[in-house]
């Protein structure tokens, strides 16, 4: 399975990576991105299984990454891994195609719960 993790932190992004060795999915192929629309290239060119997305990233945000991709019809899930989890951010976040959305700070217990029956 093909993991993409955008997020403009790359400190985040490690962290992100590390959780999910911790959880157990170290076996999966991961790539990186920094921002939406560099995620859209790499979406383009790889055709990742799942996406794990920051919702706040300069050029193109996390939810207009989502929007981008619904709309050409990405088969794959995508979830976001961000600070703000208010019933608001989760509701809009499913609204626009989200499959899960973890919150900062997470654990590796957070990603099997949210993660468990698609990368198992």
């Known amino acids: 399975m093909k993991i993409l993790v955008v997020d403009d932190s790359k400190a985040m992004r490690m962290i992100v990576l590390r959780?999910?060795?911790q959880a157990g999915y170290g076996d999966h192929e991961t790539k990186e991105a920094a921002d939406g629309k560099l995620g859209l290239d790499i979406v383009h060119?790889?055709?990742p299984d799942v996406i794990i997305s920051d919702w706040n990233m300069?050029?193109?945000n996390g939810l207009e990454f989502l929007q981008a991709l619904k709309a050409e019809g990405y088969p794959?899930?995508?979830g976001f891994v961000t600070t703000e989890?208010?019933?608001k951010m989760r509701e809009t976040a499913m609204d626009a195609g989200a499959g899960f959305l973890v919150t900062k700070p997470f654990t590796a217990q957070s990603f099997k719960d949210e993660l468990g029956s698609v990368l198992d």
Do not use: I, Q, V, Y
Request: charged residues 15%.
């Open 19 to 21: 959780t999910l060795r």
């Open 45 to 47: 060119e790889w055709a």
């Open 58 to 60: 300069p050029n193109m």
């Open 76 to 78: 794959g899930l995508f």
């Open 85 to 87: 989890g208010s019933p």
